[in-house]
């Protein structure tokens, strides 16, 4: 069958947070798209399966962005001299209005596509904007590359200019629910998800419908949290019976539980918000170069990481320039040792491993089994050629130093292959 | 003659630390290696040089990276949990131990300087080993890419290991002397420098006999200051007559004045030390990713900038682990709005105007007239095509918007050709 062969090359993933699992020369087996695990030697009873020898070649599970914005990759790497809010007006809500033409969306879309295809991604959680037609475009954009994604029709129903903002709730969830008729279940691997963009721009009716439509459709959602000092200030504003941001959400029922959901940001988070989001199996969205650009601060990411919530990384482009999560690793254990040294010197930086993780496994989970290759796991999988001009050295590198230099070196020429439940796509 | 051409394209530099200067479709002469302006229309008196038309490409002043350890190009991304002593001790002095032997420097040099010329960077001041041998191969290397650049044999005297440190003063003078003689003069592009690695591996009598040597040579010099809270400590351990870290230099008579001087770092200088370094006209090598990666802090960079020191990028290999000074602009910008979010809201962030020139002019001023195209300036220049790949957007850009995607996007790809004193050399 197609969808199953035995990879041989080193073979690198993450056991947990902490740990990581290295096999040289070792075998990965998909069956069917799913992973039946590593080997040292390869079992007889796979004997027969395709062999595909990446030799000295990493092997490497494909990576999640769990946090990303497709309508902004236009402006990726412009205009980032403003906070949040004037960002958002200035630079994000202009361009994102532009996909109400589908020829533009097209064109744009075909480019991000494009190019997440080509980086060392396989999932992502993405946001598209309050458009349907733009939105349906960009899913099967993605579909047709072969990655797997949950892409969000935006809702905004207030504080936003009137050339960008549903007339009213009521709007809002029609439009919303028009879209989800024609696109659950109409894919294989792309996938709805309720995505309000977040408090300050959604009604409370309009997040209490969104709730009815969560239930009906059995939905999982993303948006953005505590972010930014003024956003949460403002947010404490327009919901005063809120006891902090997260809360906002909370009482609209959208904040994990029995809603799956994804939190980008948690740069601010109180503790209380903190530990809601365990309770409630919330996952973060921790975005590290786009919290570094928009002047928002840094996340203690180490701590939540600690306290066992459940986190992954975003390249929340266009806060973020680089589509690679390999750039999102580095920049998060980067930031974390600022933050160790300037702010508490009890968070203790990240390390290789709490990083890898993230990019691979803790973001993976929110889409089942993925990011890595114990058995039964979704078998993404990208394959890296370090051998390659940019990553040239005198040493003799193990296989945990090549990964470090891959975090901190790579681009989309050392991707050598990916597979993508079981699929090559590259 | 060769050195004698016109280039027509889109050219941007550096009018001061906040002004660029932007011609669309301009030309710029060079003269016998040297800038003879820019110019809306071609006058006359060039109109028989050779004309070579760059097109839509941008034409920028060659990028000057005021601080790089070679021989630390080895291990870039590699090893990067600790701190400054313990990285030290722990990855780089074994490293640069090897470069006593001829074999492994010739291959790890090699390396390094074929990179260092596919990089956007025309010039570098290069720390090199205590080595001699080494040290001239790798001048004579840089001498032949066509690069310019001040190459230091490093002076270590104490608190090295036995291994990587020269027995006495005398020892580490004699042959710093030794090296002197058979360099200086000997090649076009490649100077000797100073290097005495920093207070903690070099005693007081070494650096009084450095001074000596500085004044016999008339050389300019270059090392560390203020980096880390523990290095700090430790030099005011030793150098208990200094007022602070800078002052050991200054007693010395090695930190400005008729000594022209680069300090790499300056995180954590106290007032005093940034006053004496404006008086002396010391350089400051701004490190942005190396201060992150070694867990070192933020320099307050904007503000030494508007008090009108002399300022410069450096990417610190293998502290940091590209050579790209574009990405010590993006770097720069990005830790700036850190320190402002949670240190000190009255050092306004980095600007692309303030990252562009320190990468060009601010450090360019090191080499003399260099890093601008204003007539009588050596004539540096790299042209960048930011037509390709991994540049892709709908939008139309402006020049100052195309020359912020090249600061956070650019890659060797992009460089389309580069000039040195005239010489193309990619």
């Known amino acids: 069958m197609n969808n199953s062969f035995v990879l041989k090359g080193n073979i690198c993933h993450s056991k947990n947070p902490n740990?990581?699992?290295?096999?040289?020369?070792?075998?990965?087996v998909c069956e069917d798209g799913?992973?039946?695990?590593?080997?040292?030697?390869?079992?007889?009873?796979?004997?027969?399966?395709?062999?595909?020898?990446?030799?000295?070649?990493?092997?490497?599970?494909g990576l999640t962005d769990l946090h990303i914005h497709a309508p902004q990759y236009s402006f990726r790497a412009l205009s980032?001299?403003?906070?949040?809010?004037?960002?958002?007006?200035?630079?994000?809500?202009?361009?994102?209005?532009?996909?109400?033409?589908?020829?533009?969306?097209?064109?744009?879309?075909?480019?991000f596509t494009d190019d997440l295809k080509k980086s060392p991604n396989t999932r992502a959680c993405i946001f598209a904007t309050i458009h349907n037609e733009a939105t349906?475009?960009?899913?099967?954009?993605?579909?047709?590359?072969?990655?797997?994604?949950?892409?969000?029709?935006?809702?905004?129903?207030?504080?936003?200019?009137?050339?960008?903002?549903?007339?009213?709730?009521?709007?809002?969830?029609?439009?919303?629910?028009?879209?989800?008729?024609?696109?659950?279940?109409?894919?294989?691997?792309t996938y709805p998800i309720l995505t309000p963009r977040f408090i300050p721009t959604c009604s409370d009716e309009l997040m209490k419908n969104l709730k009815d439509l969560q239930i009906k459709?059995?939905?999982?959602?993303?948006?953005?949290?505590s972010e930014n000092p003024s956003e949460i200030?403002?947010?404490?504003?327009?919901?005063?019976?809120?006891a902090f941001y997260g809360d906002a959400y909370n009482q609209a029922g959208l904040f994990g539980g029995d809603c799956k959901t994804i939190m980008a940001h948690c740069v601010w988070?109180?503790?209380?918000?903190?530990?809601?989001?365990?309770?409630?199996?919330?996952?973060?969205?921790?975005?590290?170069?786009?919290?570094t650009n928009l002047s928002s601060g840094i996340a203690p990411v180490s701590k939540s990481l600690d306290k066992g919530?459940?986190?992954?990384?975003?390249?929340?482009?266009?806060?973020?320039?680089?589509?690679?999560?390999?750039?999102?690793?580095?920049d998060a254990i980067q930031a974390s040792k600022l933050y160790w040294r300037l702010i508490d010197e009890s968070a203790k930086p990240l390390t290789i491993e709490n990083a890898f993780y993230m990019g691979t496994a803790g973001g993976g989970e929110f889409f089942g089994k993925v990011g890595k290759f114990d058995e039964g796991y979704e078998f993404d999988a990208v394959v890296i050629d370090d051998s390659l001009e940019n990553m040239r050295t005198t040493l003799d590198l193990n296989i945990k130093q090549r990964l470090e230099r891959i975090i901190y070196l790579s681009d989309d020429r050392n991707i050598n292959a990916k597979y993508v439940r079981g699929a090559r796509i590259l």
């Open 309 to 330: 919530l459940k986190i992954g990384l975003g390249s929340d482009v266009a806060g973020g320039s680089q589509l690679s999560v390999f750039r999102a690793m580095s």
């Open 233 to 242: 200030k403002w947010v404490s504003e327009l919901c005063p019976k809120s």
């Open 269 to 291: 988070s109180p503790e209380e918000e903190i530990d809601l989001m365990r309770k409630n199996g919330v996952f973060i969205a921790h975005c590290p170069q786009s919290n």
């Open 136 to 189: 349906k475009y960009l899913m099967k954009l993605l579909e047709d590359s072969g990655l797997v994604t949950m892409v969000g029709k935006v809702n905004m129903d207030r504080n936003s200019p009137e050339y960008l903002c549903e007339k009213n709730p009521e709007t809002s969830i029609n439009h919303t629910e028009k879209w989800l008729s024609e696109t659950i279940g109409k894919f294989k691997n």
């Open 19 to 28: 740990t990581l699992e290295i096999i040289e020369n070792g075998f990965l």
């Open 34 to 61: 799913f992973s039946k695990g590593i080997f040292f030697k390869l079992p007889e009873i796979y004997s027969n399966l395709r062999l595909i020898d990446h030799k000295q070649n990493l092997i490497l599970p």
């Open 80 to 111: 980032m001299d403003l906070e949040l809010l004037d960002w958002l007006e200035t630079n994000t809500f202009p361009e994102e209005a532009k996909y109400q033409n589908i020829d533009y969306a097209e064109k744009a879309y075909s480019i």
């Open 217 to 225: 459709f059995d939905l999982p959602m993303q948006s953005h949290l």
